[in-house]
């Protein structure tokens, strides 16, 4: 269908040397887009740089750390430098520190919210400030499960990212005039690098499941298509909103009790 067609335009990735990056990226190459794609060290990006080429596709590699102004600001200027344009801005850069909440340290809860949510927003400023003069834009916010719920352990991550989900509506507000949607993609349990060693647990994977209505995590397939729609002519009307991608374990769903013998 035409309106999930992204060719011609240029579509802006942070957080892409490796997981979920990647997979969104590489799904908005298929769907047409030319790509610039970010990492904090542009060394990391030379082979899926290399692997976005082999497509057909424009993808320039760009340094930048999400925690420095200075740094986001070169990166969107080089961005513009590299395709004149940014079309899809896709806010995926992010971390997470795994503690309980009476060891969460200050320096902890600054690199995560420093991270997720006030660098997704500097980011989106930059960015919007291009997108504004050209009358166009679809900014996508990568939040989480923990956008809508809370879990120990968690707690400056869902912090982030239910902040994600707060500044995603009000970006979608301040710049709806503009001809900019603002939205807010939300994964499940998904495995990454970062939570690959939970995986390794196979009565972990099996609680997990049991917890899920569809009864199992999330594969990158699930990801690609809503990360299109939320980039293209299809989501149109749409802005402001924060898609789950989670297999419907935000609707509460509860391990089954065991069977009474």
């Known amino acids: 269908m035409k309106e999930f067609d992204l060719t011609g335009r ?30 904090r060290r542009e060394e990391d990006l030379a082979a899926f740089q290399s692997k976005i080429q082999q497509m057909g596709r424009s993808c320039a590699a760009l340094e930048c750390d999400v925690r420095d102004h200075d740094s986001i600001e070169r990166m969107v200027d080089a961005a513009h430098r590299a395709s004149a344009k940014i079309d899809i801005l896709v806010n995926n850069a992010g971390c997470n520190v795994r503690k309980p909440a009476l060891d969460v340290t200050w320096d902890d809860w600054n690199l995560v ?38 879990s120990a352990g968690l707690g400056p991550y869902g912090a982030s990212r239910g902040g994600v989900k707060q500044l995603t509506m009000s970006l979608a507000d301040d710049w709806g005039r503009h001809g900019i949607t603002v939205n807010c993609l939300a994964p499940g349990w998904f495995k990454t690098a970062q939570n690959a060693v939970m995986y390794e647990n196979e009565e972990w994977v099996e609680y997990l499941s049991d917890r899920i209505p569809l009864k199992r995590p999330g594969r990158p397939s699930d990801l690609r298509g809503a990360v299109v729609f939320l980039a293209s002519e299809a989501s149109a009307y749409i802005t402001g909103q924060t898609l789950l991608i989670d297999g419907g374990m935000s609707t509460g769903a509860t391990r089954a009790l065991p069977k009474r013998s």
């Open 10 to 39: 240029t579509a802006l990735v942070t957080g892409c040397s490796r997981g979920l990056g990647q997979i969104f990226a590489e799904a908005l190459a298929e769907a047409g887009a030319d790509l610039v794609v970010t990492s």
């Open 113 to 150: 919210l420093d991270t997720n949510l006030r660098g997704t927003f500097f980011v989106s400023q930059a960015v919007a400030r291009r997108m504004i003069p050209a009358g166009y834009g679809r900014i996508v916010n990568i939040g989480s499960l923990t956008s809508v719920s809370g």
